[in-house]
T-cell receptor, first 112, second 112 residues
Framework: DQQVKQNSPSLSVQEGRISILNCDYTNSMFDYFLWYKKYPAEGPTFLISISSIKDKNEDGRFTVFLNKSAKHLSLHIVPSQPGDSAVYFCAASARGAQKLVFGQGTRLTINP | DADVTQTPRNRITKTGKRIMLECSQTKGHDRMYWYRQDPGLGLRLIYYSFDVKDINKGEISDGYSVSRQAQAKFSLSLESAIPNQTALYFC???????????FGSGTRLTVV
């Protein structure tokens, strides 16, 4: 049972435009959400996070939005750059669990 | 040097062989995790440990065992490798505040 779902295996975006990556979750106990970025032959690296007490968190070109009623979060990248081409994983944690549940990942390709 | 080091980086082994994947960290984190990555399935938790005397099964622990030899070392063993254990394996650490994980670069394991 996939508790965190990224339904788009891949996404292609023009350089300079906005990239929007989506993530849905089913476990209402999740209260902390993170996005990780992964390049080939490297481990995932932390990108941005959001607590369930917020509905938006921004860090430079990256913004994460959380819609608790819909159990949905999204990552916006504006403007998209070629270096953003990577696999992006959404992850979630329940209070006290101290471990992350990951989605399937979305491969983002930024075209020049 | 990397904060989280995994050895080996690549390994090809035969069905039925015992194999150990090693992870060491210099972050000083208490929490350590083993995940595997498969195409279309994302990252799935195999085992995790909150300190040297604490070992917990994750969602896919069958066929695997672990050893926490020290705060800084967490090894994953496949007692009798089978082809469907072919995957990319990641070790990760986190601190008590659970600000997210620091991942190693991964071990690509192929069982033939």
């Amino acid at each position: 049972d996939q508790q965190v779902k990224q339904n788009s295996p891949s996404l292609s975006v023009q350089e300079g435009r906005i990239s929007i990556l989506n993530c849905d979750y089913t476990n209402s106990m999740f209260d902390y959400f993170l996005w990780y970025k992964k390049y080939p032959a490297e481990g995932p690296t932390f990108l941005i996070s959001i607590s369930s007490i917020k509905d938006k968190n921004e860090d430079g070109r990256f913004t994460v939005f959380l819609n608790k009623s819909a159990k949905h979060l999204s990552l916006h990248i504006v403007p998209s750059q070629p270096g953003d081409s990577a696999v992006y994983f959404c992850a979630a944690s329940a209070r006290g669990a101290q471990k992350l549940v990951f989605g399937q990942g979305t491969r983002l390709t930024i075209n020049p | 040097d990397a904060d989280v080091t995994q050895t080996p980086r690549n390994r090809i082994t035969k069905t039925g062989k015992r194999i150990m994947l090693e992870c060491s960290q210099t972050k000083g984190h208490d929490r350590m995790y083993w995940y595997r990555q498969d195409p279309g399935l994302g990252l799935r938790l195999i085992y995790y440990s909150f300190d040297v005397k604490d070992i917990n099964k994750g969602e896919i622990s069958d066929g695997y065992s672990v050893s926490r030899q020290a705060q800084a070392k967490f090894s994953l063993s496949l007692e009798s490798a089978i082809p469907n254990q072919t995957a990319l394996y990641f070790c990760a650490t986190s601190d008590l505040g659970f600000g997210g994980y620091t991942f190693g670069s991964g071990t690509r394991l192929t069982v033939v």
